[in-house]
């Protein structure tokens, strides 16, 4: 008898249908019933063949904490931040029970919504995060192989290996200008991960380019513009990315206190994005906490068939 599990598709880190990135968001069936193998979520993911599927666990107990996976189209990932503000705003907006927060493999990540007095779409979720500033210098060349149409713009740049939490890495590029942000392409490969320190070699690891001060005629304020690179994709959010940027720039800033950062990213692709982040640094050096904020839309839902196990 073919079975059944239930979907929908989110579009994330905006308000907008078809703007935003795609998530899938596929509800796997309670402990009682049958129940989904790693390969069955990974061939329902490639399916889909979006950035990113979320399966989400039945309720267990009386608790407030939900269990999420996330699949990429090849691989389970800790963490990612468009699987983690849309299955937080579903949950915050959609669902019957209350969610406080969810778990994923990288940790518990508490969610609220941003002004629930105002009923606003923002959502946030605290991200439980492990931050490593890469020592190896990630190598100029390297990087003008992997994109040769900035080699132009490269020398000015600034190159940084970080982690937001281990197996979810960023090449943080710098790039001095929103000319030389249109002139990212996608590349052959994904960087070299043996640039990475000992003990963290595993994982994603995406090329995250971006430029500071940039006006923003819809926001009415300077923001930080954003690409994500996956190799020979685009991505249009790229919320883990955005953490990790604005964890690095708020570390190396020196200082305490609170930051708040507003970036846009997916322009390039007619998929524009919003998303914020909010910092806290009580010690030099040292995060305090880092929430992740956005809203997300619902496009699709349906069934989908649940694949053989073989």
Do not use: C
Not at 25 to 50: G, W
Not at 136 to 150: A, I, K, M, T
Not at 209 to 237: C, Q, S, W
Request: charged share 20%; net charge negative; aromatic share 8%.
């Amino acid at each position: 008898m073919t079975k059944l599990v239930n979907f929908l598709t989110l579009d994330v880190f905006t308000s907008k249908a078809y703007e935003g990135n795609p998530l899938g968001v596929v509800f796997l069936p309670p402990p009682s019933d049958f129940q989904l193998t790693q390969r069955q979520k990974q061939t329902i993911a490639h399916e889909f063949n979006l950035s990113e599927t979320i399966f989400v666990h039945e309720k267990t107990g009386t608790g407030e904490t939900r269990t999420v996976d996330i699949f990429t189209t090849s691989e389970e990932l800790p963490f990612a931040g468009h699987p983690t503000i849309g299955a937080a705003s579903w949950f915050l907006h959609h669902a019957p029970e209350n969610v406080r927060s969810l778990l994923l493999k990288a940790g518990e990540f508490p969610i609220a919504l941003e002004d629930p007095n105002n009923g606003g779409g923002i959502v946030t979720a605290r991200v439980a995060h492990n931050v490593h500033i890469h020592k190896n210098q990630y190598p100029l060349n390297e990087v003008s192989r992997l994109y040769p149409s900035l080699e132009p713009y490269l020398a000015a740049s600034g190159i940084t290996l970080f982690s937001i939490v281990k197996g979810m890495s960023q090449l943080l590029v710098e790039l001095p200008s929103l000319e030389a942000l249109a002139a990212v392409t996608t590349a052959a490969q994904r960087p070299n991960a043996s640039y990475l320190d000992q003990g963290w070699e595993e994982g994603l690891i995406t090329t995250y380019f971006y430029v500071r001060g940039v006006k923003d005629e819809k926001l009415g304020k300077e923001v930080i513009r954003t690409r994500t690179i996956l190799g020979n994709e685009e991505d249009p959010a790229t919320g883990s990315a955005a953490s990790g940027l604005t964890a690095y720039l708020s570390l190396t800033e020196g200082r305490t206190g609170e930051f708040k950062y507003d970036i846009v990213q997916g322009v390039e692709m007619g998929r524009r994005s919003e998303i914020g982040v909010d910092i806290v640094v009580k010690e030099a050096g040292k995060i305090e906490s880092l929430v992740l904020k956005g809203s997300a839309v619902k496009v699709t839902e349906g069934k989908i068939v649940v694949p053989e196990d073989s």
